[in-house]
């Protein structure tokens, strides 16, 4: 069946540091990929998405590429906020007729002042 | 920004008893899914609607549970018999349409389990 695997956290930067949160699927066909965050106390917002190889997908300065020779759809950022602090979550819908998605475990962000 | 709104935010409810769990998703969408996750653990798919009938569900999703939209705006979440391991956080969420369409989630409710 479908699987995201997402990098262990928690994930302590300092502000204006670089990010990188690894992520990697497998799926039967072509998904689409998304990075949902969730700040705290708060539901899931689509950060953003990508629906075929090689499309770049990017919101906030956040940015993330579907990679099917590597399965990988990894997040980045080059200088991250303290008000990007907040759990990422690696997602994958492939189709059928109900496009549910299946989350990676989520990668929680502290970004220190 | 059109939201989903999920209520309660936090239900307590003891063992045995019955929950039901609601959500208004964006009007004009037509795709409706429950998700759950258990502390610490990853966001699991638990069902999808849609023309009012159940699409998918997952096994998670046995005869305890069940969805309805009784009114055309509200889609609701029914346990019948609430069990120890059913505390976690649930989430509604909607889709205007498939492939492309992103999903947009509530805020969750979380349900606490005696």
Same mark, same amino acid.
């Given at each position: 069946?479908?699987?995201?695997?997402?990098?262990?956290?928690?994930?302590?930067?300092?502000?204006?540091?670089?990010?990188?949160?690894? *992520?990697?699927?497998?799926?039967?066909?072509?998904?689409?990929?998304?990075?949902?965050?969730?700040?705290?106390?708060?539901? %899931?917002?689509? %950060?953003? @998405?990508?629906?075929?190889?090689?499309?770049?997908? $990017?919101?906030?300065?956040?940015?993330?590429?579907?990679?099917?020779?590597?399965?990988?759809?990894?997040?980045?950022?080059? $200088?991250?906020?303290?008000?990007?602090?907040?759990?990422?979550? *690696?997602?994958?819908?492939?189709?059928?007729? +109900?496009? @549910? %998605?299946?989350?990676?475990?989520?990668? %929680?962000?502290?970004? +220190?002042? | 920004?059109?939201?989903?709104?999920?209520?309660?935010?936090?239900?307590?409810?003891?063992?045995?008893?019955? &929950?039901?769990?609601?959500? &208004?998703?964006?009007?004009?969408?037509? !795709? =409706? !899914?429950? !998700?759950?996750?258990?502390?610490?653990?990853k966001v699991e798919f638990l069902?999808? =609607? !849609?023309?009012?009938?159940?699409?998918?569900?997952?096994?998670i999703f046995d005869d305890q549970?069940?969805?309805?939209?009784?009114?055309?705006?509200? =889609?609701?979440?029914?346990?019948?018999?609430?069990?120890?391991?059913?505390?976690?956080?649930? =989430?509604?969420?909607?889709?205007?349409?498939?492939?492309?369409?992103?999903q947009h989630f509530g805020d969750?409710?979380?349900?606490?389990?005696?």
């Open positions: 069946g479908d699987s995201v695997t997402q990098m262990e956290g928690p994930v302590t930067l300092s502000e204006e540091a670089f990010l990188t949160i690894n *992520c990697t699927y497998t799926a039967t066909g072509y998904p689409s990929l998304f990075w949902y965050v969730q700040y705290p106390g708060e539901g %899931l917002q689509l %950060l953003l @998405k990508a629906t075929k190889a090689d499309d770049k997908g $990017s919101n906030k300065g956040f940015e993330a590429t579907y990679r099917k020779e590597t399965t990988s759809f990894h997040l980045e950022k080059g $200088s991250v906020q303290v008000s990007d602090s907040a759990v990422y979550f *690696c997602a994958l819908d492939s189709g059928g007729s +109900n496009y @549910k %998605l299946t989350f990676g475990k989520g990668t %929680l962000l502290t970004v +220190n002042p | 920004e059109p939201e989903v709104t999920q209520t309660p935010s936090h239900q307590v409810t003891q063992m045995g008893q019955e &929950v039901i769990l609601r959500c &208004v998703p964006i009007s004009n969408h037509l !795709y =409706f !899914y429950w !998700y759950r996750q258990i502390l610490g653990q069902v999808s =609607f !849609y023309n009012n009938e159940i699409s998918e569900k997952s096994e549970f069940s969805v309805e939209r009784p009114d055309g705006s509200n =889609f609701t979440l029914k346990i019948r018999s609430t069990k120890l391991e059913d505390s976690a956080m649930y =989430f509604c969420a909607c889709a205007a349409g498939r492939g492309n369409q992103p969750g409710t979380r349900l606490s389990i005696l």
